[in-house]
Every structure is written in C-alpha cells, then in structure tokens.
C-alpha cells in the first residue's frame, strides 16, 4: 500500500503519519520526489484502515500494491533512482558505457585496456577476480590478486571499477571496489544478495539466464530490502531454444517493462547477450535506442589470447569505433550524451 502526501505536508506531520504506521508493525519507505511524497508500507497492511487513512489531512491518496516487489517498485519511488559512483551518474539520462576485460588476467592487460577504453569514453572499468566458470577446469580468475590488479588500474586511469563477488566471505576484499557485480549464476542466491543488502555501495544485479523480470526484482528487493537502495538491473541475455548462432538471446523489452514497473536504472550487458563480437555493437545500438542507461561491455587487448570469452570481446580498436556510433545514436533519440 502507498499514501501519495499532499504538497507542502510538513516534515513533523510526515514524521507522525510514518510513526502510527511503526505502531501496525509495519515498514516504510518515504520516498520524497520532486513532484510528491509518498509513504510506501511495507508488511501485512491488512490492518490499516484504507479509508480512514484517506481521509486525513496531508493525504492525497491510498492505493493498493499488488506486486509483490515494494522498494523497488516505481508506485513507492515515482522518481528514478540515480546510481552515483564517484562522478558517474547512472539512471540520470546519461548513457555510461563500463567496458573491460571478461578476466583480469595480467598488470600489463587491465592498464593496457583501461587505458584505452577511458580514451575512447567509457565511464567504467570492468574486469573479473573471481569468476564463475562452467567448467571447473578452465580458468578461474586471478581472485585476491585481481582486485589488487583492478585497483591498480583505477590508480592509473581514475576509472571506477566493477568487479564480481560470488561468495559473501570475500566481501571485506571487496572494500575498495566501487560497484560490486552480482552475476547471473547468483542472481537468486538469497543468501548473498542479504549479505550485500548490508552494505552501502552499488550492486550491479545481472538477470539470471531463465529468470523472469519478476524474478530480478525480487532478488533486487532483497538487497533493499537490507537498506541497501543502490541497485542497477543488467539484462545479459536469457536462455532460449536456440542457441546455434547466439549465447543467449537479448531480451530487449526488458528496459522499457522494468522501466514502468521499477525506478531502478537498467542496463545492457550485449556480450554475454550474444557471444559473438559482430553482435555486440548493432545490440548497443538497439539497446541505447530504447532507452537503457547505459552498457557493460566486454573489450580485451587480444581477445585471440583471452583467457576467457574472447569470442565476444571487442578490440579497443572496435570498442572506440562503437562508442562513436553510440553518441550518434544517443543524439538522434534526443538523450544526453556520454
Ligand atoms: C561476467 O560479466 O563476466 C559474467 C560472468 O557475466 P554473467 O554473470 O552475465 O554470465
Ligand atoms: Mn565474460
């Protein structure tokens, strides 16, 4: 249930409205937008009498959530929920691009590649530590020395790094990293997403490959759930029938569904979507033309030499090529440019 408050309602008689709702043994989430204020209630709101609440003072109106997804629903939080991560703004209208290797894999790779995608605009650097790998014999990632690696690169460049966690013990490694990847294979690993529902740094939540829309809003509810608000929704692609000329198949619709239903930002991941280097630029294309905020994108200095998922990883050759496009397109829908 939500109470949509009339403007100009003062912060005391805010303040006692959210405190009779404590009194029912309910949760809040008062989300103050710049054109309403609306008291969102979480629990079991059987009890609260709809039509007397209506009928005070301060509020505009009462309506019934029926999704089962609360904090991150767009009804308790009309405005759009901006990721902030040092000076990159996510959800804000820009288009961030994160790009960088699948695997860190060496000093010279991660700063070689972190320098030419910052060249060529990219907001972010990725890269996997830890990674989760199929088979238990391929690589596995450089893990502890990764993230030592990684850093040195944000050193080098001042770009922000992302970087999967995959098991909660290894959070107090993760102190440095500035948006803390959930992949698909873990995107319902409840117990992980309560870990990082603790801490208050971005989670970048990827879609698991059969998980339904629901399903990646219930995993984001999780981690807000812990008081954890700063959560970015990354489509990569879902299993489907046929799989002969791509990984997975991009579920497009997705930015504009989430965007009705959540205002959390959503953004494209068009490499493991695909699997295939030629693919993942007209996917950016398509995927900044409806609306995404924004990609993550995999680039690697030699992709005939990567340890892992060089198949789809761009040169930076082709990444800057890519980025270039991008602006275009981003200019001919009318939003700001990276
Ligand atoms: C990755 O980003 O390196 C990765 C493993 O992605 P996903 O979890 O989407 O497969
Ligand atoms: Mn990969």
Redesign the pocket.
């Known amino acids: 249930m939500i109470a949509v408050l009339k403007p100009g309602t003062d912060k005391e008689q805010i303040d006692n409205l959210i405190e009779w709702f404590h009194s029912y043994g309910l949760r809040t989430n008062l989300s103050e937008g710049e054109f309403s204020t609306v008291i969102g209630l979480i629990g079991d709101v059987s009890r609260v009498d709809a039509d007397l609440l209506e009928s005070l003072e301060i509020v505009e109106s009462v309506m019934r959530i029926s999704e089962p997804f609360k904090k991150a629903n767009r009804k308790f939080h009309p405005d759009a929920t901006v990721v902030e991560v040092g000076d990159v703004r996510i959800g804000d209208g820009s288009f961030p691009i994160i790009a960088g290797p699948?695997?860190v894999e060496s000093r010279e790779q991660i700063v070689s590649v972190a320098r030419s995608v910052k060249a060529a605009g990219a907001s972010m650097l990725?890269g996997?530590a830890f990674?989760?790998r199929t088979s238990p014999y391929d690589f596995q990632g450089m893990k502890a020395e990764g993230l030592e690696l990684l850093l040195e690169a944000k050193k080098e460049t001042g770009l922000p790094i992302v970087t999967?966690l995959m098991n909660a013990e290894h959070i107090p490694l993760f102190a440095d990293v500035d948006v803390i990847?959930i992949?698909?294979?873990n995107f319902q690993n409840f117990e992980l997403l309560k870990e990082i529902g603790e801490l208050r740094k971005p989670i970048l939540l990827?879609r698991g490959i059969s998980g339904t829309l629901k399903e990646l809003l219930m995993s984001a509810e999780y981690i807000m759930a812990g008081g954890n608000d700063q959560v970015i929704l990354?489509e990569?692609g879902i299993r489907s029938y046929d799989s002969d000329y791509t990984r997975n198949v991009l579920d497009l619709s997705a930015v504009p569904v989430l965007r009705r239903l959540t205002h959390l930002p959503i953004i494209i991941?068009p490499s493991?979507a695909t699997g295939h280097s030629y693919l993942v630029e007209p996917m950016s294309l398509a995927a900044a033309a409806c609306g995404a905020d924004g990609l993550?994108v995999?680039v690697h200095n030699d992709p005939q030499r990567a340890k892992c998922?060089g198949a789809q990883s761009l040169t930076p050759e082709q990444f800057a090529a890519m980025a270039d496009k991008l602006r275009r397109v981003r200019e001919a829908v009318g939003g700001p440019v990276v």
Do not use: L, T, V, W
Request: aromatic share 0%; charged share 45%.
């Open positions: 699948c695997s990725r996997g990674k989760p999967e990847q992949g698909a294979r990827k990354c990569r991941d493991h993550i995999e998922d």
